[in-house]
């Protein structure tokens, strides 16, 4: 009985360890991306992307989360650089009272966190569009006149699992 206990509980952990170590978004093998005054590290199995943002100054997908119907990647991470003339706040209020007067985006959250050594704003929503919803996580960073607004998307079936991914790029983010 005592082997069959011990059995069962080796195949427990084997299961458990390679499960453990098996990971398709390897965080532990990352790539480093140093572009327009911005260096990030994101998942190995990621690659660089092309943004169709204006202000967009650097972008990274996961490959395998491509949508059929076109080349976009679902689970994707965008910085933006813009020019801001007034505060923080008040630039991201505004930004953000015009987005959430259209119905088909929703507000999750708001609040306050730190990156590095920088205070931020971080604003999650969701966004319906032609009947796909997808999950936002937009986080905002001031330095000097500029702002510089860390956007993480995903479909929100998926946003969760990948916070693991969104949270290692934010913690690499750094301003050159």
């Not at 996580?137 to 607004?149: E, F, G, M």
Request: glycine share 6%; hydrophobic share 35%.
């Amino acid at each position: 009985m005592k082997k069959y206990i011990l059995g069962i509980i080796v195949i427990i952990a084997v299961i458990f360890v390679s499960g453990c170590i098996s990971n398709s978004d390897d965080v532990n093998n990352p790539q480093t991306l140093s572009k327009n005054g911005i260096i990030i590290k994101y998942p190995g199995s990621w690659v660089v992307a092309n943004s169709q943002s204006n202000d967009s100054i650097a972008s990274v997908a996961d490959p395998s989360s491509t949508n059929g119907s076109s080349d976009l990647a679902q689970i994707n991470v965008n910085i933006e650089r813009r020019e801001i003339t007034s505060s923080l706040d008040s630039f991201h209020n505004q930004t953000y009272t015009q987005l959430f007067s259209n119905s088909d985006y929703q507000l999750i959250a708001q609040g306050n966190l730190t990156v590095g050594d920088s205070n931020a704003l971080e604003t999650i929503y969701t966004v319906n569009k032609n009947g796909t919803i997808s999950q936002h996580r937009a986080v905002w960073i001031q330095k000097d006149n500029s702002v510089y607004v860390i956007l993480f998307t995903a479909p929100q079936s998926k946003f969760e699992s990948q916070n693991k991914n969104f949270e290692f790029i934010l913690g690499s983010f750094k301003i050159t």
